[in-house]
Nanobody
Framework: QVQLVESGGGLVQPGGSLRLSCTAS????????MGWYRQAPGEERGLVAT???????NYEDSVRGRFFISRDNAKSTLYLQMDSLRPEDTGVYYC?????????????WGQGTQVTVSS
């Protein structure tokens, strides 16, 4: 079974920075696209950023230029550097990735990590 474990969330003041990490464990082959999603209180989960196998990135408009997604395939780890944080960035951040498990692709979600931006 493949698991994703996020870390790095917490409380930060507006304008501050946080770095989220997400590490995969278990039995899997290749790792495909990976991404970060967030869910604010009372809202649906939505895209923050994604990164392809060869490093092509995509960002939600409100975070472009402030957040930076990256991956270390050797460590099976996904990162999200978040700068110039705003109160509206508050929410639970979830890691998502696609893995080859056996002979098929499977989508896996992490358990989430809370990010709170407040003075």
């Amino acid at each position: 079974q493949v698991q994703l474990v996020e870390s790095g969330g917490g409380l930060v003041q507006p304008g501050g920075s946080l770095r989220l990490s997400c590490t995969a464990s278990g039995n899997f082959g290749a790792i495909g696209a990976m991404g970060w999603y967030r869910q604010a209180p009372g809202e649906e989960r939505g895209l923050v950023a994604t990164i392809s196998v060869n490093g092509i990135t995509n960002y939600e408009d409100s975070v472009r230029g402030r957040f930076f997604i990256s991956r270390d395939n050797a460590k099976s780890t996904l990162y999200l550097q978040m700068d110039s944080l705003r109160p509206e960035d508050t929410g639970v951040y979830y890691c998502n990735a696609n893995f080859v498990v056996g002979v098929k692709w499977s989508e896996v979600w992490g358990q989430g990590t809370q990010v709170t931006v407040s003075s």
